[in-house]
């Protein structure tokens, strides 16, 4: 499988914390993707990032990329409550195929 | 309002009663794509499809059929369903290379 892997695969923090976490890849990729889940729910987007990119902000959200080392960090900054959900990395391979990683739960504790 | 939309919502049905769920897109997108979510293995691809009458295989296609006869269509076929297809199921649609859309899932059971 070239499914990714995000790691740490469960995260605890107080509200107003920064969250990391990461995703390993297998693939060369011509982007990568991180999305979002609430509980049982469909995935929101978060931000997207290009291969020739290597680092990339949406307000609280910054993304980073390693190309060399296939890996991806989200960071999440000023934590809140509702930022509680699971995040999932997801890379397009070679092909058309998309590969998602087995997710991040996000804890944060008001 | 753009959105990706699945039906029905939840299933329940029995082992080898043919069953469809169907995805339909309001964005005009080109590449729809079905996955399948499971405890621990994250989301994997079914099948995909970049455009009508173009379908390919993803990461677990064995057991599902697809069909892509209009471009805001893409329904999911399971012509004899087991109970390891027992999961929860996104559609989810995209300009190719762009963000993807995601539907709210489908849960199937199969007893």
């Known amino acids: 499988s070239q499914q990714g892997e995000e790691d740490p695969q469960a995260l605890s923090i107080q509200e107003g914390e920064n969250a990391t976490m990461n995703c390993s890849y297998k693939t060369s990729i011509n982007n990568l993707q991180w999305y979002r889940q609430n509980s049982g729910r469909g995935l929101v987007h978060l931000i997207l990032?290009?291969?020739?990119?290597r680092e990339k902000h949406s307000g609280r959200l910054r993304v980073t990329l390693d190309t060399s080392k296939k890996s991806s960090s989200l960071l999440i900054t000023a934590s809140r409550a509702a930022d509680t959900a699971s995040y999932f990395c997801?890379?397009?391979?070679?092909?058309?195929?998309?590969?998602f990683g087995t997710g991040t739960s996000l804890t944060v504790i008001p | 309002e753009a959105q990706v939309t699945q039906n029905p919502r939840y299933l329940i049905t029995v082992t080898g009663k043919k069953l469809t769920v169907t995805c339909s897109q309001n964005m005009n997108h080109e590449y729809m794509s079905w996955y399948r979510q499971d405890p621990g293995l994250g989301l994997r691809q079914i099948y995909y499809?970049?455009?009508?009458?173009?379908?390919d295989k993803g990461d677990v296609p064995e057991g599902y059929k697809v069909s892509r006869k209009e471009k805001r269509n893409f329904p999911l076929i399971l012509e004899s369903p087991s109970p390891n297809q027992t999961s929860l199921y996104f559609c989810a649609s995209s300009q190719q290379g762009n963000e993807q859309f995601f539907g709210p899932g489908t849960r199937l059971t199969v007893l």
């Open positions: 990032i290009r291969s020739n990119e």
């Open positions: 499809s970049m455009n009508v009458e173009v379908t």
């Open positions: 997801a890379t397009d391979g070679t092909g058309n195929q998309f590969y």
